[in-house]
């Protein structure tokens, strides 16, 4: 198994423009999750879903968006970057709510 | 709101010595705590978790950790540390009856030879 997977590993973006972030797992998972992780401040969630079809607002969601169109994938969107999303991003999943997270290598996106 | 504290930015421990890494937290109802390794350029990796039952919790790579409710602590212990134990740690809680789980800032373990 690979476990959970994310694309790209990393990216560059001018301000303003969009890009797609891919997560997969291969657990069966129905608990996805996107965190953000910045110096000093821990993991923070930014969406988070609780089976295909469904998503919820994080503790930092403004300026993101996610999809979950299939139970194995978990996509979060930027429409238009800014430096603030600067950041590494990592993707999570869960069995149910109580389970252990499992989390994928991370991305690192840098916004000039 | 649930919220976590780790008090120390950085620890620093000599190989065979015994470590601490501490954690303390705050929630509404039971919590369920768990401590998380990074390693550099990694994702986060599971040690262990208390769900409910021995306050003493053992995990992986020799790592345990202590549940103490008055003090709403749950630091992170090891008996010899090594070298290889240097990492970035973190803490995390959820309330028993939520979704989310809330982490730490992270405590950069340094462990020389």
């Known amino acids: 198994n690979a476990g959970v997977t994310q694309t790209p590993k990393f990216r560059v973006l001018k301000t303003g423009q969009s890009m797609t972030l891919l997560c997969a797992q291969d657990m069966n998972h129905e608990y996805m999750y996107w965190y953000r992780q910045d110096p000093g401040m821990g993991l923070r969630l930014i969406h988070y879903?609780?089976?295909?079809?469904?998503?919820a607002k994080g503790e930092v969601p403004d300026g993101y968006n996610v999809s979950r169109l299939k139970k194995q994938n978990f996509l979060l969107g930027l429409e238009s970057a800014a430096p603030s999303q600067t950041s590494v991003y990592f993707c999570a999943s869960s069995r149910g709510y109580q389970e252990t997270q499992y989390f994928g290598p991370g991305t690192r996106l840098l916004v000039l | 709101a649930q919220s976590v504290a780790q008090p120390e930015d950085q620890v620093n421990v000599a190989e065979g010595n015994p470590l601490t890494v501490k954690c303390t937290y705050s929630?509404?109802?039971?919590?369920?705590l768990f401590w998380y390794v990074q390693y550099p350029n990694r994702g986060l990796q599971f040690l262990l978790k208390y769900i409910t039952g021995d306050n003493l919790v053992k995990g992986s790579y020799g790592f345990e950790a202590e549940f103490n409710k008055s003090q709403t602590s749950f630091h992170l212990k090891k008996p010899s540390a090594l070298v290889s134990d240097s990492a970035l740690y973190f803490c995390?809680?959820?309330?028993?009856?939520?979704?989310?789980?809330?982490f730490g800032a992270g405590t950069i373990l340094r462990v020389k030879s």
């Open positions: 879903s609780v089976g295909e079809g469904t998503t």
């Open positions: 995390a809680v959820r309330d028993g009856g939520g979704n989310k789980l809330v």
């Open positions: 929630v509404s109802g039971n919590p369920y």
